[in-house]
């Protein structure tokens, strides 16, 4: 894969600096200014063979945590965490998974936490970020409530170490965005969380001007939010803003539309640590929450918690929504994917949707096909 990099037009310049979001220093971990695009090539031809463009997203990625100790890491070193889902993984033209974590060899500061009942650190090998590569995946979220876990210097590890893998991310305040290109597309993403060190989720003004300013930029853009209550109790959209542990998770029915408003075309949720709902708002698919998809050793994975949806969608050359399928798996063991042959991930995901968005035009059969009911579409269904 090719990579050339450039530096970050200046009209983002200006516009970074005008919503005070980052300081003169745009990316502090190696003083460039804030971002480059990336141009790649990759293997499908999907974009070529239909004029649509397909887009995977899944939920939580944790692939085993060497703090405070390594009784929390996978066995065979985490290699096969993902072999059960890397060909599927592969088949989109862009692939994108949250963060849940940082990638830190040794050290760093542990994040203090108000209730230390409830307050775990992840701090996984940085070789692992090779494993996301390898399985497919091509930009991560680093806007969640673990980006912060092991101080500054887990972050500045986990930016080096996503690099040097080649891989695409955003959401720290002092890398809010990313551009790149693939199969001559050119997407943008950006990602919110309402937790220290990330782009503020709850600050819904700021978060459009950075979409609008950003969609100038690229063709299609790719928006995910780290919001939400958590747990088995927590699956309906509620329309409202969510508090959990004291804090205030954000309105994220709210800011979903918001940023499509402003510019986004596709809206990826995560958070809750269970599936919730789809909505298409103004031809844009919103995923409220993809759930967990990997996250070994320290996650509690029953009921719902332990359903992973993969969803991919394909949309035209403007954003718009044409159709799509959740694939239905489910984490085992300790946590890592494998095919889900109840297709709970199908089931849940289509009655909350029935229930939370009865006037959305999103219909979702029993074998998890995504139709647009605006369209009159004559294609075949198995894709």
Avoid: W
Avoid at 334 to 353: Q, S, Y
Wanted: proline content about 4%; glycine content about 8%; aromatic content about 10%.
């Amino acid at each position: 894969m090719r990579e050339l990099r450039i530096i970050f037009s200046a009209i983002s310049v200006s516009l970074f600096f005008s919503c005070g979001q980052i300081n003169s220093n745009l990316n502090q971990k190696s003083n460039k200014l804030i971002d480059t695009v990336s141009v790649v090539k990759k293997k499908t031809d999907s974009i070529h063979k239909d004029s649509l463009i397909s887009i995977i997203g899944v939920g939580d990625i944790m692939l085993g945590s060497n703090y405070p100790s390594s009784a929390s890491l996978p066995p065979d070193d985490g290699m096969y965490l993902m072999d059960s889902v890397k060909d599927l993984l592969g088949t989109a033209d862009v692939t994108f998974g949250n963060l849940e974590g940082t990638f830190l060899n040794s050290g760093g500061k542990p994040k203090r936490c108000n209730t230390p009942d409830h307050c775990v650190c992840f701090r996984m090998p940085e070789h692992y970020a090779e494993y996301l590569k390898n399985a497919g995946f091509d930009v991560v979220s680093t806007a969640n409530n673990h980006s912060n876990d092991m101080g500054e210097e887990g972050r500045l590890s986990t930016m080096e170490t996503l690099d040097k893998y080649s891989m695409k991310y955003a959401g720290y305040s002092n890398y809010p965005v990313t551009i790149f290109e693939i199969n001559g597309i050119k997407y943008g993403f950006t990602a919110f969380a309402p937790n220290t060190g990330t782009q503020n989720l709850n600050d819904i003004s700021n978060a459009r001007n950075i979409v609008s300013e950003l969609k100038k930029q690229c063709k299609i853009l790719i928006v995910s939010f780290h919001g939400g209550a958590e747990g088995y109790t927590a699956q309906r959209v509620l329309r409202r803003h969510e508090i959990f542990l004291g804090e205030d998770r954000g309105n994220v029915y709210e800011f979903a539309h918001e940023v499509i408003d402003a510019g986004a075309d596709i809206v990826f949720g995560h958070g809750p640590h269970v599936p919730r709902a789809m909505e298409l708002y103004k031809d844009k698919i919103i995923a409220y929450s993809l759930g967990n998809f990997c996250t070994f050793g320290k996650f509690s994975l029953s009921g719902p918690q332990g359903i992973a949806p993969l969803l991919k969608v394909y949309i035209d050359t403007n954003g718009n929504f044409i159709k799509g399928n959740i694939y239905s798996f489910k984490q085992i063991n300790r946590g890592f994917p494998v095919p889900d042959n109840e297709a709970n991930a199908v089931k849940i995901i289509k009655e909350l949707t029935e229930k939370d968005f009865p006037e959305t035009p999103l219909m979702i059969n029993e074998n998890g096909y995504i139709e647009n009911t605006n369209l009159n579409l004559t294609t075949e269904r198995k894709f």
